[in-house]
Every structure is written in C-alpha cells, then in structure tokens.
C-alpha cells in the first residue's frame, strides 16, 4: 500500500508542472492561476466560517505573517514556474531548478540559523548546482529558441522558496495547517486576480482546453498532490515525504518528453543523475551529523530546516506553516 500511495503522489504532485504546460497553451500564467486559487479559495473560506474554532487566538502579526508567507512561497513561486514554462523553457528543467530548493535551504541553514552543515551538505549542494546546470545547458542547446535569461525565472522561484522556508522556520506561533492554506491560497487569489485584472487578462478564454487545464491543476495537484502528502505524512513521516519529492524532476522530465516532445538526451539524464545523488549525499550526511540547538525556539533540532508548510511544492505547492507542501 505504501508503494502505491507513494507511486499516486510522486504523479500527482509532478502533474502541477505538466498541468502548467497545458494551461500554457491555452492562456497567459495569471488567466490560469487567477481561475486555480479563486474557487478553490472560495471553497476554503466557506469552510473556515463553519470551522472558526481554528482561527481562535490567532493575532493580526500572525496572519499577516502567513500571507507574506504564501506570497513568497505560492504566489511567487509559482508565477515564475508558469511564466518559465510559458516562455518555453522545459517542464523537467523548471522542475530540477525548482527541486533544488531543500539543497540550498540546508546550505543556508549554517549562516541564517546557525545550525551544524556539515562538508558533505556542501558537496551536495555544488553536485545539485551541477546536475541544474547540465539539464539547463542540455535544454538550451536542443534548439528550443528559449532565450537564456528565461532559465533564470524558476531560479527566482526557487529563491522565494527559500525565503518562505525561513520566514515560516522563525514564526513563535504553530498556525494549523488548514488555517494556513487558506491564508495562502485566499491571498494567492487576491495577487493573482489583481495581476490578470492589470494585464487585462482576467476573462477565461472560451475553449475547452482551459478548462481542462484548470481541472486538471485543482483536481490532480491540489487534492490530488496535497491530500497525498498529508496521507503520507501521518504514515510515514516527514523524511518520507521529502524524499519522495527529490523524484519529481526525473518523472516530470520524462512525462514532458512523452506529453510534449520536450528534450531528453544523455546529458539530460546524466544531469538527473547528478542531481539524484547529490540527494544521497545530502540525506547521509543529515543523518550522521550531530543535532544542534535551535536558537529561536530553544530545543534540539535537526541540521537541515524543513520545507515551507505548505510547498514542499513542486510548481503547485500551497505552504501550511507545519513543514507541508507547495506545487505548480
């Protein structure tokens, strides 16, 4: 059973970035996130009314905290995974750039919080950069007519990752993790329906073809990814569930190359490579270091941070605030 549960989630969380495709050729990247975040933060507010016993206690500094959080860690994230993919560059390498955030988050951890990172955290971080780094040129050398500043976007997504990594790891307050997807997904449909509004792309186009790109997205990545991760969570742990996410950009490399004809040659699959086992080295060298003790709350911790709450994500991540997921 957990083969299989663990099989559904590594393909629903990676169908965020093929759903991002499909609506990338259907409508520009706010039209589509716009019409993703706003039923479905309709759906969460409508809940939140009937469960208010969740939000008791909650200060306006820790809600306004949370929304920062699902600006850098939804909204922004995700914005720069679709306006990437839109702009052409490939759903496996949106989706190795993007993977490599729990590397550079850990090397961080040592300057940012002051926990232990050891050598062998550092030589993963530098094969990861690596393995990012070959899948990239592969990608632009396939004659894609990709221009080379648009590999930087997911970059930048993956950055503002980080940043909510260490914005929500230095929070006093633990917000329940239903109160802070809907925080996050509510404040994703404000920015969202504000950017289309601006563009002048707010009205869905009339095909079919959005539409399904819209199901797609809610149904696979959102319940689909998210209850996934959360199922899996409470049966396996949280060292589980991460390493499970480390998959995403070798299946999402090769559903792209079926789905879309994307490139996929020996340097993109030495560059997978890389990157694999820049995760095995970093996960060896997690758990053989020594635990260090954790300045903002005063209790002993492990030596790398965990993922936002809500984006664990691939491009569908949603951050609640107790280490969950985010995704296309």
Not at 109 to 118: D, F, H, T
Request: proline share 7%; hydrophobic share 50%.
């Amino acid at each position: 059973m957990n083969v299989l549960l663990s099989a559904a989630f590594v393909l629903c969380w990676s169908s965020g970035f093929i759903g991002a495709k499909l609506g990338a050729g259907s409508a520009p990247a706010v039209t589509v996130l716009m019409w993703r975040f706003l039923p479905l933060a309709a759906v969460l507010l409508a809940v939140a009314l009937v469960a208010r016993t969740a939000w008791r206690g909650l200060t306006v500094r820790d809600v306004s905290r949370q929304a920062a959080i699902g600006v850098l860690s939804q909204s922004g994230y995700l914005l720069t995974v679709y306006y990437a993919i839109e702009l052409g560059v490939s759903s496996g390498t949106t989706a190795l750039i993007d993977g490599i955030q729990p590397l550079v988050a850990g090397a961080l951890a040592g300057p940012l919080l002051r926990q232990y990172v050891s050598r062998r955290q550092w030589l993963g971080l530098l094969l990861g950069l690596g393995g990012v780094a070959v899948v990239t040129t592969a990608d632009a050398a396939a004659g894609t007519a990709v221009a080379g500043w648009a590999y930087l976007i997911p970059l930048l997504g993956m950055f503002s990752l980080v940043a909510a990594t260490f914005l929500d790891g230095r929070s006093r307050t633990r917000v329940p993790p239903t109160v802070a997807l809907t925080i996050h997904c509510t404040t994703s449909a404000l920015v969202f329906t504000a950017l289309a509004t601006g563009a002048g792309a707010a009205l869905p186009p009339a095909g079919t073809s959005f539409w399904l790109a819209v199901g797609w997205l809610v149904v696979l990545s959102t319940f689909g990814g998210y209850g996934l991760y959360w199922l899996i969570l409470r049966r396996s742990g949280v060292t589980e569930v991460n390493t499970l996410m480390f998959l995403m950009a070798p299946v999402t490399a090769v559903w792209g190359a079926l789905a879309f004809d994307e490139p996929f040659g020996p340097r993109t699959a030495l560059g997978l490579t890389l990157a694999l086992t820049a995760v095995a080295v970093v996960r060896t060298a997690t758990h053989r270091a020594p635990p260090t003790v954790d300045p903002l709350h005063d209790h002993t911790t492990a030596p790398t941070p965990e993922l936002p709450s809500a984006q664990r994500d691939s491009p569908d991540h949603t951050v609640p605030s107790t280490g969950g997921p985010t995704k296309p």
